[in-house]
T-cell receptor, first 115, second 115 residues
Framework: AQKITQTQPGMFVQEKEAVTLDCTYD???????LFWYKQPSSGEMIFLIY??????QNATEGRYSLNFQKARKSANLVISASQLGDSAMYFC????????????FGTGTSLTVIP | DTGVSQDPRHKITKRGQNVTFRCDPI?????LYWYRQTLGQGPEFLTY????????KSRLLSDRFSAERPKGSFSTLEIQRTEQGDSAMYLC?????????????FGSGTQLSVL
């Protein structure tokens, strides 16, 4: 079975500071993908970043980076230089063959950026 | 606008009524997904299509739920004899590539309220 855990229901960060959103996962698949999505109040899920389980380097996309620690089964999202527009829900997700290649999402972390 | 569009954005219905939602994916995307999201939770997989073929359905999809994608383009999700427990955000997503790095592009969802 696949499971995604996000233990931080809510986080606050000062504008221009960096913040780390935690995500741990559990899977028996040898190959899987890890994703982060942002969901603003408008409801649309916006893709942020992807990490493959065999990727040697941590993924980066602009101000987003993924701190991938395979042995610990963690895939934390780091947002640098936070902006007011970063305030949203953030979901960690995983995809692997044992789940029929479906995406499994965590319960999300609500991030609030304080001016 | 070339993103995923969903209609309607909001639907209020009385228990026992039937409702139908529509999703128009990104035009070149052959894979289409339906997810359901309740308050405080991440999206939960319901079903997905590759072109017009419905390839997988979740156990969450009871007999009252049916989805179609008749020409491999837009899709509809119908809920018959709605129940209060059906109240949720219904999200549609599409993608064009298979593999571990498949990225889903989501619409803004249809918020269903069953009174």
């Amino acid at each position: 079975a696949q499971k995604i855990t996000q233990t931080q229901p809510g986080m606050f960060v000062q504008e221009k500071e960096a913040v780390t959103l935690d995500c741990t996962y559990d899977t028996s698949d040898p190959s899987y993908g890890l994703f982060w999505y942002k969901q603003p109040s408008s409801g649309e899920m916006i893709f942020l970043i992807y990490q493959g389980s065999y990727d040697q380097q941590n993924a980066t996309e602009g101000r987003y980076s993924l701190n991938f620690q395979k042995a610990r089964k963690s895939a934390n999202l780091v947002i640098s230089a936070s902006q007011l527009g970063d305030s949203a829900m953030y979901f960690c997700a995983m995809r692997g063959k044992s789940a029929g290649n479906q995406f499994y999402f965590g319960t999300g972390t609500s991030l609030t950026v304080i001016p | 606008d070339t993103g995923v569009s969903q209609d309607p954005r909001h639907k209020i219905t009385k228990r026992g009524q039937n409702v139908t939602f529509r999703c128009d994916p990104i035009s070149e995307h052959n894979r289409l997904y339906w997810y359901r999201q309740t308050l405080g939770q991440g999206p939960e997989f319901l079903t997905y299509f590759q072109n017009e073929a419905q390839l997988e359905k979740s156990r969450l999809l009871s007999d009252r739920f049916s989805a179609e994608r008749p020409k491999g383009s837009f899709s509809t999700l119908e809920i018959q004899r709605t129940e209060q427990g059906d109240s949720a955000m219904y999200l549609c997503a599409s993608s064009s590539n298979r593999g571990d790095n498949e990225k889903l592009f989501f619409g803004s969802g249809t918020q269903l309220s069953v009174l």
